[in-house]
């Protein structure tokens, strides 16, 4: 069983109200078992909302009580994040999911690397808070970036 987050299979769950519908994805999880998630709005955050990005470190650092999930307008939406994460991994861990393919950048998603915070567009190394949970459970979360390059979409 793989999760695969909603907006790279086309719902509009983004933060503006839109999607990142990865074709080759959604072709490849047509002949494979899956669940879709947006922890966002499973953490109870309405679509659209105001973009959100991780302060004081990743999501591990949110799960450890170290950082903070914060809007642009300066709203701690951290324990919306928090939920989510958590409503995913009840998720995962239900239905035995081994691998999770997630979207790139996002303060929930993101793996291997995040925006920093600042709201400027710069990454930095680190994890969002669903990827850091599930990868703490032995869940492998890939991006739709890794997805690509990893060849999984010729098969």
């Not at 769950?13 to 994805?25: D, F, I, M």
């Not at 409503?87 to 979207?103: D, F, G, P, Y």
Request: one cysteine or more; glycine letters at 10%; hydrophobic letters at 35%.
């Amino acid at each position: 069983m793989i999760m695969v987050s909603a907006c790279l299979m086309g719902i509009n769950c983004k933060y503006n109200g839109e999607n990142n519908y990865y074709a080759p994805l959604s072709t490849y999880l047509a002949s494979h078992p899956h669940i879709i998630v947006c922890p966002e709005t499973m953490g109870g955050l309405p679509t659209p909302r105001t973009p959100a990005e991780i302060q004081g470190g990743d999501g591990n650092d949110v799960l450890n009580g170290r950082a903070r999930v914060v809007t642009a307008l300066g709203d701690d939406v951290t324990d919306a994040f928090k939920s989510g994460a958590h409503a995913c991994w009840e998720l995962a861990r239900l239905n035995q999911v081994k691998m999770a393919i997630l979207k790139s950048h996002s303060p929930s998603c993101g793996s291997g690397e995040i925006y920093d915070g600042t709201f400027c567009r710069r990454r930095l190394p680190g994890d969002g808070v669903t990827t850091a949970l599930l990868r703490r459970n032995g869940v492998r979360v890939i991006s739709e970036k890794d997805f690509e390059h990893l060849g999984y979409n010729s098969k």
